[in-house]
């Protein structure tokens, strides 16, 4: 008990303190300046925008995944299922290297986008792409066990009863998966508003045009300019905390969902 | 039951399996793959050397440091703070619970940042730092904190919910029986948690090894001294030296699918022991 309380002060949340100490002291017009520069703001609408868009498309290619790991029987499933877990592993500078790789103007999939006239690597796409891959395995990973417990029974009562299999699937198995749907889909989006490693390398870093919010405080602190740093990190710290806040409430929807049944 | 009541059509599933695998070959396979074709684009002698360069084995040695000082930490945390969250009632237990999912809600940049705030020049205990002829940024105790401060979660995470879905009456009626603490935890906790313990561990080693961001800004980049195999492979890179960036990478990438198939393989001694459980009455 002491021993935990004592351990987390050490580790969590004396570290996390000293952030609000030191942007306390640029005083509230000094940091009002430095968290809306217009570089800065620049770099929360890519941030922002690209985490959103990849929350997306995690949204739908993470329900159709899991529906067809869940329901559907197929040679390679079980590796499939696995598979869906490597962006967690996979150390995210390897991910960078590679996607950047990858997606260069002369990688595998980068020469012939090239040559549809498609620029991926340096590119807000890029960015996109990079968030896209780490947030993969939050929507699965999420909606499986949901989706797992379901009860058959429920669609066959609803079959008998005249639905077809799309009203089935819309009106019957869809909201029970909502919550944990756009849980995963939050935590997708949360994870990628703080990514730095899988991004940095796939997104040109440049100043109004490619430079995600993560990379703006490392260049700041690599200028020594602490203060600066400080600041626009308590804002990202905050746009955290609101998402794991909304997540926690998320769950604890889903929860009470699953129980009511 | 018919099974048109459950199942779609043969065209919208095997639609539906083609776009599934599609993305997840597009998004999964076709990074994993090129990773290894990159990193042997020069053949086997080349990508032997990057790995036997002295840096690359420096950046081994300390990645490999920083992961056995940081797991077992964590590990000793997580059993005391999941033990503390299920078997006790105190109050303030939720912000707990929350605060020690901080670290996967914080970005890593930040976590590596506040060690920077904390023990840095400028920083708060800078002064008492160096006074005590302590260096703690740039140098590798900085490394092994910002890892002790991003995989703090995954052991208690894994075992928290485990604990209390287990509750106290086993541990109890060990207690009546006049087992010590120590004896309890070994002989009755230890036992309906040893999968999720291991699985947490799992975990938190691969992050270990595998952190980029919080390491990043707290390494200072020294070559051969706060240098690990992440690290390694983004100097490499910038360096223009690919292959070399991709065969240290494929290190990497290949302990990611270690870990991927040791995390299959508890997932799968975890369910067969449950089926084992509640086939056979006389077990428990």
């Given at each position: 008990m002491g021993f935990t309380l004592l351990y987390l002060a050490l580790v969590i949340l004396f570290p996390l303190s000293t952030l609000f100490w030191k942007s306390a002291a640029l005083g509230p017009s000094g940091f009002w300046q430095a968290v809306s520069a217009p570089r800065v703001v620049a770099s929360y609408k890519l941030t922002f925008g690209a985490s959103l868009v990849a929350a997306a498309i995690n949204g739908v290619f993470g329900l159709i995944v899991t529906w067809v790991l869940v329901r559907y029987r197929f040679p390679g499933r079980r590796l499939m299922d696995a598979l869906v877990d490597f962006p967690f592993a996979l150390p995210t500078a390897v991910a960078g290297i590679t996607l950047t790789t990858l997606y260069a103007p002369n990688g595998w999939l980068g020469a012939p986008l090239e040559r549809l006239g498609i620029k991926v690597a340096f590119t807000p796409l890029g960015i996109t792409l990079a968030l896209t891959f780490i947030g993969l395995p939050f929507v699965v990973r999420t909606l499986q066990p949901v989706l797992e417990g379901l009860d058959p029974e429920v669609e066959e009562a609803a079959f008998s009863l005249g639905a077809s299999r799309l009203q089935t699937i819309a009106r019957v198995v869809m909201p029970a998966l909502v919550p944990a749907w756009i849980t995963g889909i939050a935590l997708a989006f949360a994870r990628a508003l703080g990514e730095y490693g899988s991004v940095v390398f796939i997104a040109g870093n440049m100043p109004m045009k490619t430079e995600i919010t993560p990379l703006l405080i490392v260049t700041k602190l690599e200028q020594y300019d602490y203060a600066g740093a400080t600041a626009i990190a308590a804002v990202t710290l905050l746009a955290s905390f609101v998402m794991l806040l909304s997540i926690n409430r998320l769950q604890a929807w889903s929860a009470r969902l699953g129980s009511a049944e | 039951m018919s099974t048109r009541a459950t199942r779609e059509p043969a065209g919208v599933r095997l639609t539906l399996i083609a776009t599934a695998l599609a993305f997840l070959g597009l998004f999964l396979v076709v990074p994993l793959v090129s990773v290894f074709a990159q990193a042997l684009e020069k053949g086997w002698a080349a990508y032997l050397d990057a790995l036997r360069e002295p840096m690359a084995l420096s950046a081994l040695k300390l990645t490999l440091l920083t992961a056995a000082i940081a797991v077992p930490l964590n590990l000793v945390f997580g059993v005391a703070a999941a033990w503390a969250i299920a078997k006790f009632d105190f109050p303030g237990k939720n912000a707990l619970v929350t605060l020690i999912d901080l670290p996967f809600g914080v970005s890593p940049v930040i976590s590596g940042m506040v060690f920077i705030l904390l023990f840095g020049r400028q920083g708060l205990l800078g002064p008492w730092a160096e006074a005590h002829g302590l260096k703690l940024v740039f140098s590798v105790p900085g490394l092994v904190l910002a890892t002790l401060f991003v995989t703090f979660p995954f052991v208690a995470r894994e075992l928290i919910p485990l604990m209390q879905s287990a509750g106290t009456e086993e541990e109890e009626a060990a207690r009546v029986l006049g087992a010590s603490g120590f004896q309890i935890f070994r002989r009755v906790t230890l036992p309906s948690i040893k999968w999720g313990l291991l699985y947490g561990v799992i975990l938190c080693n691969a992050r270990a090894m595998g952190e980029f961001g919080a390491v990043s800004v707290v390494s200072?980049?020294?070559?051969?001294?706060?240098?690990?195999l992440p690290l390694h492979v983004e100097i490499l890179y910038n360096e223009y030296n690919f292959q070399a960036a991709f065969a240290v990478a494929s290190l990497l990438a290949f302990l990611a699918l270690v870990t991927l198939v040791a995390k299959s393989a508890v997932e799968w001694r975890a369910a067969a022991e449950r089926t084992a459980h509640a086939e056979d009455p006389r077990v428990d």
């Open positions: - | 200072g980049h020294i070559r051969g001294k706060t240098n690990t």
